[in-house]
């Protein structure tokens, strides 16, 4: 069985709970749009200089930021709540499954495996598939709608100066998930990324990245634009 055929069959426990994760990516997409409230609610507040007539008290605008930010917290709370929620459910039926197929197992099983491996493939396995899937997508579903949200914002305020700054930024890699070391040209010893760190590509940066766990890791690389000091990129 390949990887894809794995992970279409993990997936398959989800579904039963797909309303919770259906709740939970809404959750994380709430949150994400009120990211760009607060930068709009302080360009109000900084342009108008905080005068009388900015067409709302200003005693309210205390108020209005501990709600937005009472508010993105909340959705926040709620899209990993339910996320991790649909996955305690199809890890739990996961676990079931796998201890079923274990006591309908040939008693030759237990001849080259021992019972400490089988309980550990029960207790830990289920959870370790199902948690590293659910990680990569929180990580994915609540950094991707807060770019997305916030670019859409800015590109609102001045698409131009928006295209300008994005053609100037250098090359990015994001991890996913998992821990990867990276080997460069500008540091002597080894650098170890870690979920959620954003590496940034230099001009005359050499360097190569090295998986030395046993876990897969998921990164994502964009190189937004050329580098006229690298030549065929």
């Known amino acids: 069985m390949n990887s894809t055929q794995t992970a ?8 039963p709970y797909r309303a919770g994760l259906a709740a939970g990516v809404i959750s994380f997409f709430l949150s ?4 760009p409230l607060v930068p709009a609610l302080f360009k109000t507040l900084l342009d108008s200089g905080f005068k009388a007539d900015m067409g709302f008290p200003v005693w309210l605008v205390p108020l209005i930021v501990i709600g937005l930010f009472a508010a993105r917290g909340g959705f926040g709370f709620c899209g990993a709540y339910l996320l991790n929620w649909s996955t305690s459910k199809a890890v739990l039926t996961l676990r079931t499954d796998v201890l079923g197929a274990v006591l309908r197992a040939d008693a030759a099983l237990y ?3 021992s019972p400490g491996v089988v309980a550990s493939r029960v207790i830990n396995d289920p959870h370790n598939a199902t948690q ?8 994915l579903l609540r950094d991707g709608f807060t770019l997305v949200a916030l670019l859409g ?3 609102y305020l001045n698409w131009q100066l928006t295209v ?3 053609v100037t930024l250098p090359a990015l890699i994001y991890v996913v998930s998992g821990t990867i070391t990276e080997y460069s040209s500008h540091c002597q010893v080894p650098i170890v990324h870690k979920t959620g760190e954003l590496s940034v590509e230099q001009g005359g940066l050499s360097h190569w990245w090295k998986n030395t766990s046993k876990k897969p890791v998921v990164l994502i690389s964009a190189d937004i634009a050329a580098d006229p000091e690298q030549h065929g990129m």
């Open 111 to 113: 001849s080259t495996m």
């Open 32 to 35: 994400s749009a009120i990211e």
């Open 164 to 166: 300008v700054s994005l």
């Open 8 to 15: 279409r069959r993990l997936f398959g426990y989800l579904r």
């Open 153 to 155: 914002y800015l590109l």
């Open 132 to 139: 590293s899937i659910a990680g990569a997508m929180t990580t």
